[in-house]
């Protein structure tokens, strides 16, 4: 058990601690009645732990990222290349999950069969993604089966076959799960979402056409997967119960000798600005709900606006707390499901608001959303809001701290952006640094409804009400 | 997946992926994993649960009542699950929205779900939260502030879930009300627990009220806290906040078990939003306290759980039947572990255009046949124990996880201690009872299928994929 404190975590958090009881006298803005009296006080905030990453690079230019702990039994490693599917080849966009897919498909030394029964003998299992930015495989199991997770995924890295039997059916299911996808409302809002939010950027591409997974070959595959799968673009962040030193003598052994040639992926270039806001629709015969999508762009995770921005949107719509949830769920009654989500990328991020409502309030419950969203800028949050974002926030660091696999997924998602490990032991600092003025100005900048790119997919009979909020545009996706 | 776990809300997970980081570590030694587990019962019959762990400042919370949609009024389908919603809004002292502006300010995230046996109200926060939300939970178990306009705005929320989970979506969980609906036959097991829009909007304050009467007693619940804590202080808050709660007795639960069934059943259906055929086959299982339930699960995890799986290896390699499948014992339910039952060993899959669901049932029975007659290999019953105690352990890798499963196990065995027992329990699992359950219960006669096919489209679609 490793309970260092930073002192600057500490402090952060100390000046947050109990304020929630104390604030109701504030002078902000309206605060909301005060909690009944009868509720306990929160206690005293006890230090953070403090992480512990082992950095290293090998000889061939792996980066290396380990964090041994005590305790939960268990081992998750992750590897991470760069090159996603916003690096797909022109007229093959998206193709790179099936690459992705493909990984767990064999290798010139193990069949797919033998990849799932050596892992789940060790109690484990094998997954591989595409994202925009990065393919990522991963592995887990037993703490005691630590040396094989290494092994396989360091056989699946340098030497995934592809054989030909194997992409046949990868592409024939790939072409089913499209129409299965096409089937969902929500593929549909979030494909003609992000083409109209990304234009012409690569991070437009959610899913593959089928006549691009018709063009993909063996041939292709292997050329792309040369290009991505090469140590001096690749991360390997392993956590759980291992010794170190043991491992980092494995990963030596394992990934020594392994090159790659050519240039490195390029990066995307950067995301377009915000646009004044479109209403799409797109009809879906036979539906009960309107599936709503709002969504612009905004920055990364290493701009300053960033965590400004990140509390304004858990105040906005990212709890049960939330305004949109208290305005149109527990008020209203429109929606069981609304979210506001702000994710980033390796250029920029993306702040997206979602709502499933029935067919009749469909108009009525984008005037709440876009009211909620306009509030964000106008009037300042209350000393209730901001503490308890910010609380929540740190709350969530310290849960997610608890979860193997979320640790890893943390760390190489900051590899991905191109930060460092260490911001992890600083998160909760920038999130509690943050002022009502920053929020407020985030609001102002980030939340203004006539920047939001409206999708709605539903029955046509939704669409005449839509008119009053601007130009509808009939989308097919 | 957990598809009939009906929640309150959706997580916010999404929300954090990049605001999850490193360090502590969980305090369990590294082989034979155990939890601490300390259980004391109040005077009222309330049951704690505490499972100590100081390897960071948080804690889990799961208060778990004895009762879920099996044995909800009849003529009032979905209303345990709208009563869970109704758990949220407000008590005589703390109205509505206090609690979860008390949970958010605490740092905490906080949900609840309904299951055919039991109702868990789940909380995870930092440590300093802790007698804030204790109070929460002992103020709602007292009692709440019921009024028509709340359970009009529940009423409609839960509709709001419905039509995205069932009526918006396709195959619309087909694969568990549509399946258990046909394989079982007391109301009780084979009901929709989502509830028909006409018994949701049946449902009155009074409704709510005697709900609340019969079931939501300290003697028909558990509150488990694991993480931060230790047991000694924990018993004394929990007797301070929960103490003076009046004891009542809840129902008896009445006799639920069905026997196996003696000829296979089939339903054909068609969805007019999937463009992708699928099917569901499930097999009567009974309860968790049966001999036969932990050779079932094994035998569940040997068929399809994951790529080394039977089916998989089989029927989405192999003859290339399936797009993929999913299933075992009490999917989509939950883990095999929440559940008092019956239940199904079921399994889901969506199959290709060139084939039928004859055809894959048929190669079904061809792969359990094999294991009816034979077993499983040492290899492989020795790979899917092994996989299995791993799934139990990461099922247990935060607090939370570990509270809810214990009081989950304390709800529907009896003893939250027993969850130290199931590695050993899963290990003792031989080839022979494999064998033997396979030949009981994954027979034609106790097997009933769903066959999910898309409508014939009434406009005429842009041809998509092959």
Do not use: C
């Amino acid at each position: 058990m490793k309970k260092t404190s930073s002192s600057v975590l500490l402090s952060a958090l100390a000046v947050s601690s109990s304020l929630l009881l104390v604030a109701a006298g504030s002078a902000a803005a309206a605060e909301p009645k005060a909690l009944p009296k009868e509720i306990p006080p929160f206690g005293q905030d006890r230090p953070l732990p403090a992480p512990r990453i082992l950095k290293s690079t090998t000889a061939e230019g792996l980066t290396v990222w380990l964090v041994p702990r005590d305790g939960f039994p268990k081992v998750t490693a992750l590897l991470a290349v760069r090159g996603g599917t916003a690096s797909d080849p022109k007229g093959l966009e998206g193709t790179g999950q099936i690459l992705a897919d493909l990984l767990k498909e064999g290798t010139t030394h193990r069949s797919s069969r033998q990849i799932a029964e050596e892992l789940q003998a060790i109690g484990g299992s094998l997954s591989a993604d595409a994202s925009d930015d990065a393919i990522t495989v991963g592995a887990d199991g037993l703490a005691t089966g630590t040396t094989r997770i290494l092994e396989i995924l360091a056989d699946v890295a340098r030497n995934a076959s592809f054989r030909a039997e194997e992409v046949e059916l990868a592409k024939a299911n790939t072409l089913q799960q499209l129409q299965v996808k096409e089937s969902t409302p929500e593929f549909l809002s979030e494909k003609v979402l992000a083409a109209a939010v990304f234009g012409d950027h690569p991070y437009r591409i959610v899913a593959p056409t089928p006549e691009a997974v018709r063009k993909v070959d063996r041939d292709l595959l292997k050329g792309e997967f040369a290009r991505r799968f090469r140590p001096d673009g690749a991360l390997l962040v392993v956590v759980g119960a291992f010794d170190g030193a043991s491992v980092q003598r494995s990963v030596a052994r394992l990934f020594g000798g392994w090159k790659g040639e050519g240039p490195l992926v390029p990066d995307a270039g950067p995301l377009p600005a915000a646009k004044a806001r479109e209403i799409l629709f797109v009809s879906r015969p036979g539906s009960v709900q309107s599936s709503l999508a709002l969504g612009r762009t905004g920055p990364g995770l290493a701009d300053p606006a960033y965590f400004p921005g990140v509390l304004a949107n858990t105040i906005y719509g990212g709890d049960f707390a939330s305004r949109l949830t208290q305005n149109i769920r527990e008020e209203k009654g429109y929606t069981y499901s609304p979210r506001a989500s702000f994710t980033t990328f390796r250029a920029g991020g993306v702040l997206r608001t979602t709502a499933e409502v029935r067919n009749e309030v469909t108009a009525a419950a984008l005037v709440e959303i876009f009211y909620e969203l306009d509030r964000m800028g106008t009037t300042d949050v209350t000393t209730e809001e901001l503490t308890g974002a910010k609380r929540l926030q740190t709350g969530r660091y310290l849960l997610g701290n608890q979860v193997q696999g979320s640790v890893a997924s943390a760390l190489e998602s900051y590899w991905v952006r191109g930060l460092p490990p260490e911001l992890l032991a600083e998160y909760v600092g920038k999130v509690n640094a943050v002022t009502a003025a920053e929020v407020r100005e985030a609001g102002r900048t980030l939340f203004p409804s006539r920047l939001q790119t409206v999708v709605v997919v539903g029955e046509e009979s939704v669409k005449k009400d839509l008119a009053q909020f601007g130009a509808v545009r009939d989308v097919k996706p | 997946m957990n598809a009939s776990s009906l929640r309150r809300g959706q997580t916010f997970l999404a929300l954090v992926a990049l605001a999850l980081p490193s360090l502590g570590a969980s305090a369990a030694p590294a082989a034979g994993w155990k939890l601490p587990v300390e259980t004391r019962t109040l005077k009222n019959g309330l049951t704690v649960v505490v499972s100590p762990d100081h390897s960071a400042p948080t804690f889990g919370m799961s208060t778990v009542y004895r009762i879920g949609f099996r044995l909800e009024p009849k003529g009032r389908t979905g209303f345990a699950h709208l009563f869970e919603h109704m758990m949220f809004e407000g008590t005589p002292i703390a109205p509505k929205g206090v609690y979860d502006r008390v949970v958010q300010g605490g740092g905490g995230t906080d949900n609840a779900s309904t299951s055919y046996d039991f109702t868990n109200y789940i909380v995870k926060a930092p440590v300093s939260a802790l007698d804030a939300i204790l109070w929460l939970e002992a103020d709602r178990m007292k009692g709440l502030d019921l009024s028509e306009k709340n359970l009009q705005n529940q009423r409609d929320v839960v509709k709001e879930e419905i039509r995205v989970n069932v009526l918006n979506k396709p195959y619309g969980l087909f694969f568990w009300t549509d399946l258990f609906g046909k394989a079982l036959d007391r109301w009780e097991n084979a009901h929709d627990g989502y509830g028909s829009f006409a018994d949701l909007d049946a449902a009155t304050v009074a409704d709510v009220k005697s709900f609340f009467e019969a079931y939501y007693t300290p003697s028909n619940a558990v509150i488990a806290i694991a993480g931060d804590v230790e047991s000694a202080e924990v018993f004394a808050k929990v007797e301070k906040y929960f103490g003076e709660i009046p004891s009542r007795t809840a129902p008896k639960r009445p006799d639920v078990t069905e026997a196996a069934n003696t000829a296979e059943r089939w339903l054909d259906q068609t969805d007019p939003l999937a463009q992708v055929p699928a099917l569901a086959v499930g097999f009567k299982l009974p309860g968790i306290a049966s001999k036969d339930y932990l050779p079932a699960v094994v035998l569940g995890e040997i068929l399809a759980g994951g790529d080394a799986s039977r089916f998989y290896l089989g029927l989405v390699k192999g003859k290339e039947l399936l797009l993929e499948i999913s299933g075992g014992t009490n999917w989509p339910v939950g883990s095999p572990w929440e559940i008092e039952g019956p239940t199904l060993m079921t399994f889901f899959g969506l199959y290709k255009p060139t084939t039928g669901a004859r055809t894959v049932v048929k190669t079904m029975e061809g792969i359990t046949a094999a294991i009816a007659k034979g077993g499983p290999t040492a290899a492989e019953l020795s790979r899917v124990k092994t996989k299995m105690e791993s799934d139990l352990y990461a099922a247990l890798e935060t607090p939370l996880g570990r509270a809810d499963l214990l009081a989950i196990a304390q709800t529907t065995t009896g003893s939250a201690a027993g969850v130290n027992d199931l590695p050993a329990r899963i290990r003792a699992v031989t080839a022979e009872d494999v064998r033997r359950v396979a030949a009981a219960y994954v027979t034609a006669a106790n097997r009933t299928v769903v066959d999910r096919r898309p409508a014939p489209r009434p406009d005429p679609a842009p041809a998509k994929g092959q």
